[in-house]
Structure formats: structure tokens, C-alpha cells
């Protein structure tokens, strides 16, 4: 059965910073890019940053361009988001995702981690 | 950025009736290698989002066939054949053609 499962979510001040990780199990991690997706309360999805399979690719929305950083590591099946500079409209629930080159969109998500910036 | 618009934003439908779910983006989405990638995503209450469809009509692994997908170019459109209480939830259209990827508003189905 395929999992994903992030961690790293907390409160944290704007300005501060966080790490975010996602571990996959139950499908072959390495042949997947994957994503990170935000959803504010309230607020509809937003695609936040992509990584290539081979990490060679790292795509970022505008919002989070400079602030945020993509990685992952196959050998231990996971993936991270560092995101520095935290502001209040980063409040958010944070979501892997993972998607092939048979689809080319998100074939399996995550159930999130909620980052809150707040003073 | 492909801007996604969705309508209807509610759809209260009766046990076993039909529901059609509209989207449309601001530009074309066929892509430079020929395919249009138009995904439709599922979100149960409480559930991260699920993949239902992909590239206008293309099933994913163990989706219904009461889900079909249909368009082109820029107007595509999610039918499902008979609503089942289980199909409760948010659904959303979805663009891969270009980065960033977009999102729907986001269309609730409802029992009525």
C-alpha cells in the first residue's frame, strides 16, 4: 500500500524557518517526481515547488521563489522543503505528492503537516 | 499563470442522478508533445485530494467507470454516471501543461 508521510510541521515566528519531510513507502520512490502542494485555511491548492526524479529539475511558485527549498534523497525515500523567511501568508497544510511520466499529475498525496506563522 | 475556472462551485445531487462538473482554463492546454494534461482530483472530507483522472479521460488504477472525463483545448468537463453517497467531497480540475501547475476553485458535490 502506498504511503507518504510528512512531518515537520509547526508554529514559528515570520521570519523563522522550518524543514519539512515527506517518507514514501509502497511504490518504487526513485521513478517519481514529486511535489509539495499547500492548501490555506480556507483557501483552495497551490502547487508550492517540484523536483525532477533525479533532482536535476526544482521548480518553484513565485510565492516561495528564493524563500524555499526543494530536495530529496532516494536512497532513504523521502523528501524535504526547507523554507526560510516564514510569513503569514505561508500559513498553510503542507502535502507531498508524487507523480509519473504515465500521468503527469498527482498520483498519490499525502495527508499534510500544518505550518502556522504566527507572532 | 493557467488560471483554472470551475462551475458549478455547488452541485446538491440526488442519490443515483447524474452530476457534470465544468472547467475551463485561460489558455489551451495541449501541450508541445501532443497531450493535454487535464487532471480531475477527488477530496473526501477529512481525505487528502485523489487522483481520478488524468491526461481529459484517462482513468486512474481503481477509479470507477461511473467517473468520465471529456474536453479539449481549453473546456473540459467530469461526469459521473450515478452519485453514490460515497462521492461526497470536493472536486477539482487540475493543469500539468505548465509549471507552475494550477488548480480549480474547486466544485462541492453534495447529496441533496
Known amino acids: 500500500e502506498v504511503h507518504l508521510v510528512e512531518s515537520g510541521g509547526d508554529l514559528v515566528q515570520p521570519g523563522g524557518s522550518l524543514r519539512l519531510s515527506c517518507a514514501a513507502s509502497g511504490f518504487s520512490f526513485g521513478d517519481y517526481a514529486t511535489h509539495w502542494v499547500r492548501q490555506a485555511p480556507g483557501k483552495g491548492l497551490e502547487w508550492v515547488a517540484h523536483i525532477s526524479w533525479n533532482s536535476n529539475t526544482r521548480l518553484y511558485a513565485d510565492s516561495v521563489k528564493g524563500r524555499f527549498t526543494i530536495s530529496r534523497d532516494n536512497a532513504k525515500n523521502s523528501l524535504y522543503l526547507q523554507m526560510d523567511s516564514l510569513r503569514a501568508e505561508d500559513t498553510a497544510l503542507y502535502s507531498c505528492?508524487?507523480?509519473?511520466?504515465?500521468?503527469?499529475?498527482?498520483?498519490?498525496w499525502g495527508q499534510g503537516t500544518v505550518v502556522a506563522v504566527s507572532s | 499563470d493557467i488560471v483554472m475556472t470551475q462551475t458549478p462551485l455547488s452541485s446538491p445531487v440526488t442519490l443515483g442522478q447524474p452530476a457534470s462538473i465544468s472547467c475551463r482554463s485561460s489558455q489551451s492546454l495541449v501541450h508541445s508533445d501532443g497531450n493535454t494534461y487535464l487532471s480531475w482530483l477527488q477530496q473526501r472530507p477529512g481525505q487528502p485530494p485523489r487522483l481520478l483522472i488524468y491526461?481529459?479521460?484517462s482513468r486512474f488504477a481503481g477509479v470507477s467507470n461511473r467517473f468520465r472525463g471529456s474536453g479539449a483545448g481549453t473546456d473540459f468537463t467530469l461526469k459521473i454516471s450515478r452519485v453514490e453517497a460515497d462521492d461526497v467531497g470536493l472536486y477539482y480540475c487540475m493543469q500539468a501543461t505548465q509549471f507552475p501547475w494550477t488548480f480549480g476553485q474547486g466544485t462541492r458535490v453534495e447529496i441533496k
Open positions: 491526461k481529459i479521460s
Open positions: 505528492a508524487a507523480s509519473s511520466n504515465s500521468t503527469n499529475s498527482f498520483d498519490y
